[in-house]
């Protein structure tokens, strides 16, 4: 495939610098240079140890965010299979985009203890570094998600009342089509809030432009394309990918809800319009909403949040089509709109709210569907990605 046209646009500048550097609240080290066990050495600065199966980062910020030099480092190709493992004190905090970077390198955040280590996410207790990256095991009378029982930890203090929005289109692999679109639309309609600054490393350094954007993602084509978005109570993760279909943006989307749990079912029933309204528009494959408790800043700390509710599901026309599905197949006790264009269906769910959970009805409709259950904790939950 000859990938996403990139010739038919002058590229031009960035209205913002990019002001490469160390993040002064991300994590810092001298310049440090191993040798794995096929010979290779290893040279960067925030290489804190390598082990058999682990390349060690240490911070001890309270913020850690994905500083120029940490978002080259997660993109280096896995050596000898190891993999990332963030160290940090239980006083740390990760921001969205370090999260995402970390995950989608096939990382883990392990938080210390007088006794060895736990997972950021999942709390469960490892006693040596190379154990925090062994598969969860579940033997008789430990739980099902870890080698160990979960830690007790500090429960986090509901602070916000957030909406995490997880969205995939298909645009055309057109001289025209421009990036942002859905993500302005979505964080408008729960809050009435725009992204302001965007860029790959953190701190932001772009102000928002969707053209800018779009030109800078033309030009890394056919490479995938990610950015960091933030706003006024917003938070996103874009990425952008050329397919045999055309181009594939996903959005992770942490928008503040007004008027906290009070404010909540009117926000959702915003977002559901605005999720209607994109399907007539745009070409959405999929979307799943979370209501949560959340942190002011939108970061992650190692306590224990309550699991989020899912609230609304749309499945998209591309996914319609693919599945062969009609509204029939849906259990009588669902709650299905179908929205987007007439010849090209798609099908909205009304999931939970603010009184109930919509865990059952998620479940339900994914085995109508023939989609794998989610776990209540979260496990498939996308924007734990």
Same mark, same amino acid.
């Given at each position: 495939?000859? *990938?996403?046209?990139?010739?038919v646009?002058?590229l031009?500048?960035?209205?913002s610098?990019?002001?490469? =550097?160390?993040?002064? @609240?991300?994590?810092? @080290?001298?310049?440090?240079?191993? &040798?794995?066990?096929?010979?290779?050495?290893?040279?960067?600065?925030? +290489?804190?140890?390598?082990?058999?199966?682990?390349?060690?980062?240490?911070?001890?910020?309270?913020?850690?965010?994905?500083?120029? %030099?940490?978002?080259?480092?997660?993109?280096?190709?896995?050596?000898?299979g190891?993999?990332?493992?963030?160290? $940090?004190?239980?006083?740390?905090?990760?921001?969205? *985009?370090?999260?995402?970077?970390?995950?989608?390198?096939?990382?883990?955040?392990?938080? &210390?203890?007088p006794?060895?280590?736990?997972?950021?996410? &999942?709390?469960?207790?490892? @006693?040596?570094?190379?154990?925090?990256?062994?598969?969860?095991?579940?033997?008789?009378?430990q739980? @099902?998600?870890?080698?160990?029982?979960?830690?007790?930890?500090?429960?986090?203090?509901?602070?916000?009342?957030?909406?995490?929005?997880?969205?995939?289109?298909?645009?055309?692999?057109?001289h025209? $089509?421009?990036?942002? =679109?859905?993500?302005?639309?979505?964080?408008?309609?729960?809050?009435?809030?725009?992204?302001?600054?965007?860029?790959? $490393?953190?701190?932001?350094?772009?102000?928002?432009?969707?053209w800018? /954007?779009?030109?800078?993602?033309?030009?890394?084509?056919?490479? %995938?394309?990610?950015? /960091?978005?933030?706003?006024?109570?917003?938070?996103?993760?874009?990425?952008?990918?050329?397919?045999?279909? =055309?181009?594939?943006?996903?959005?992770?989307? $942490?928008?503040?809800?007004?008027?906290?749990?009070?404010?909540?079912?009117?926000?959702?029933?915003?977002?559901?319009?605005?999720?209607?309204?994109?399907?007539?528009?745009?070409? %959405?494959?999929?979307?799943?909403?979370?209501?949560? +408790?959340?942190?002011?800043?939108?970061?992650?700390?190692?306590?224990?949040?309550?699991?989020?509710?899912?609230?609304?599901?749309?499945?998209?026309?591309?996914?319609?089509?693919?599945?062969?599905?009609?509204?029939?197949?849906?259990?009588?006790?669902?709650?299905?709109?179908?929205? *987007?264009?007439?010849?090209?269906?798609?099908?909205?769910?009304?999931?939970?709210?603010?009184?109930?959970?919509?865990?059952?009805?998620?479940?339900?409709?994914?085995?109508?569907?023939?989609?794998?259950? +989610?776990?209540?904790?979260?496990r498939?939950?996308?924007?734990?990605?």
């Amino acid at each position: 495939m000859s *990938g996403w046209p990139i010739r038919v646009w002058p590229l031009r500048r960035l209205t913002s610098s990019h002001r490469p =550097g160390s993040d002064p @609240a991300g994590p810092v @080290a001298h310049v440090r240079e191993f &040798t794995g066990r096929v010979g290779i050495p290893i040279r960067h600065p925030l +290489i804190d140890e390598v082990t058999p199966h682990v390349v060690r980062i240490d911070s001890r910020a309270v913020v850690v965010r994905l500083s120029p %030099p940490l978002a080259e480092l997660l993109a280096r190709p896995a050596l000898g299979g190891r993999r990332f493992v963030l160290v $940090t004190p239980d006083t740390s905090r990760l921001t969205i *985009g370090l999260r995402a970077a970390l995950v989608a390198a096939g990382g883990v955040w392990a938080v &210390t203890m007088p006794t060895g280590f736990r997972d950021g996410i &999942t709390r469960v207790e490892r @006693a040596s570094i190379d154990d925090a990256v062994e598969p969860p095991v579940a033997p008789p009378g430990q739980e @099902a998600d870890g080698s160990q029982p979960a830690a007790s930890r500090e429960q986090a203090v509901a602070e916000t009342t957030q909406l995490s929005i997880d969205v995939a289109l298909l645009h055309a692999e057109a001289h025209d $089509t421009v990036l942002g =679109g859905a993500l302005e639309a979505l964080a408008d309609a729960v809050s009435g809030t725009k992204p302001l600054v965007w860029g790959r $490393t953190e701190p932001l350094d772009h102000v928002w432009d969707r053209w800018v /954007l779009t030109q800078d993602a033309r030009h890394r084509a056919p490479v %995938p394309s990610r950015i /960091l978005v933030e706003g006024d109570r917003l938070s996103a993760a874009v990425t952008a990918r050329v397919s045999d279909d =055309g181009i594939e943006e996903t959005i992770a989307l $942490t928008v503040e809800v007004p008027g906290g749990i009070e404010g909540l079912d009117h926000a959702i029933d915003r977002l559901r319009a605005a999720l209607a309204e994109l399907s007539r528009r745009s070409t %959405p494959t999929f979307a799943l909403v979370l209501a949560r +408790i959340g942190e002011l800043d939108r970061c992650l700390r190692p306590v224990e949040y309550p699991p989020p509710n899912p609230v609304a599901l749309l499945i998209g026309a591309p996914s319609v089509a693919r599945l062969d599905l009609d509204s029939r197949d849906f259990a009588g006790e669902q709650d299905v709109v179908v929205v *987007g264009r007439p010849a090209e269906p798609a099908y909205l769910l009304t999931l939970g709210s603010a009184a109930s959970s919509g865990w059952e009805r998620l479940n339900d409709a994914l085995n109508s569907v023939g989609g794998e259950p +989610i776990d209540r904790r979260g496990r498939r939950d996308p924007h734990a990605p």
